[in-house]
């Protein structure tokens, strides 16, 4: 699935083949050369090569004669006053690149120049998860330089005076890769393997970290009146269902905080069907709920100190004898009634009765949805932002902030009644869409209907959670994103 390595942390390092991988700051000098370079061959071929030490170009030598590791990587960091979080993740995935065959690496991390702090050194570590992170399940035959891999893990020693420190908060570190790789390896899975139910089952397999788990039925959820969420799933012959999860790391007296996923399995359009090519993608549908389940994973991996929820909407949408219809009109958990116009704007008709659910059972702070919910927001922003929807101004800050910190990047987009009115229906108190103009306003405006109050922010990851450009740190097309994201949220503002 992943090729993981083998990540520890050392004062010193004794080096005996392998591969060194030494970081360097613009117009600096690399780390730990020393007994690396008896003979300045390092600082010859970078004066060859013009290596500078700009950020994540790299210099490779075999090592010369008489030195302890059989090759040397020089990483580039950039500017010294410069470096971020996400350049110590990217150095991290870079570093991972370079590794190749090499079954023993020692990194140096405190290059002169930087003011290396532990938790610098566990963003590179976990940088170097990430960026290792590969989906090669159903491959039965992989490319050499994978069956060199992925045969073994690969033992990393990162040398630094911050070691101590460092294996502290790489603790935290681990339970974010493992949420994000979770994500991804859900995202990533074929839908005839990875189906509601299976879903589901993935969610109750949090209980050994400590959440609590339910997972509501198709006859639960149709004695909550959940209508709008069970049209989208009666042309399956999957059963839809919703997991609940709890994680209770805060005191007793605080409100949840909730995160709430959109979980169609798979997205055919139904009777509005897609068209044929590209279909395969929507696998991918269900990248809001993998977010959430990888948000889940990770708080309870580290104990975050918060009392949060998680719920998942799990659905397929097919297009059988039994499926809805255009022109259906259904009536939500909320009791508002919703004219069914297209088929294919079926998240919406899931989030609204999860949404409602999470609102009237647990009375959260505020409710986050993510959901990968139309392609406007992609015609909008793209691939390298998500869209931002929310009726508080402190959460969808606090989001943004995040956002920035991670560079899983947000952009506000705006709600409105002139919006709210394009989404009014002649037979029923809503439809389902506004038509083809601000299609992911409207898809937002159409949420907002279901959530009362409460503080409330609409996450459009249709072009950020599959499919998005890679990085250093993502090589992956199902991305993982916003389990950083929200972890980062959890962490600055609703912790202790």
Known sequence: MTSRSDIGFAKTARV?????????????????????????????????????????????????????????????????DRLTAHDWLKAGGAAAAKIGRAEKVAIYLDAPGVTLTARNAADFALGMQLGAYSFDTYKTKKADDDEAKNGKNVKVTIVTAAAAAAKKANDVSDAVAAGVILARNLVNEPANVLGPVEFADKAKALEKLGVEVDILTEREMKKLGMAALLGVAQGSVRPPRLAVMQWKGGREKDRPIAFIGKGVVFDTGGISIKPAAGMEDMKGDMGGAAAVIGLMHTLAARKAKANVVGILGLVENMPDGNAQRPGDIVKSMSGQTIEVINTDA????????????????????????????????????????????????????????????????????????????????????????????????????????????????????AGTAMGSPTDEINRSWGSGFGVRLLDELVRANYEG
């Not at 370079?37 to 090592?63: M, N, Q, Y």
């Not at 956002?403 to 229906?425: A, C, F, H, N, Q």
């Open 346 to 461: 079926e998240g919406r008709l899931v989030l609204c009765d999860a949404l409602w659910y999470c609102n009237e059972t647990f009375k959260p702070q505020f409710m986050v949805n993510l959901a990968t919910l139309t392609g406007a927001i992609m015609v909008a922003l793209g691939s390298h932002h998500a869209g931002l929807f929310s009726n508080d101004d402190t959460l969808a800050a606090r989001l943004t902030a995040a956002g920035l910190v991670t560079s899983e990047r947000l952009w506000r987009m705006p709600l409105g009644r002139e919006y709210d009115k394009m989404i009014d229906s002649k037979f029923a108190d809503m439809k389902n869409t506004g038509g083809r103009y601000a299609g992911s306003i409207t898809a937002a405006q159409f949420l907002q209907r279901f959530v009362k109050d409460t503080p409330w922010a609409h996450l459009d990851i």
């Open 16 to 80: 005996s083949g392998g591969l060194a991988i030494l970081l360097q700051v613009a117009g600096g000098e690399a780390a730990g050369l020393g007994d690396l370079d008896p003979e300045g061959i390092v600082g010859r071929a970078a004066g060859v090569a013009k290596f500078t030490g700009k950020a994540l170009k790299s210099l490779d030598v075999l090592a010369p004669h008489g030195a302890p590791a059989d090759r040397i990587v020089v990483l580039g960091l950039g500017e010294a």
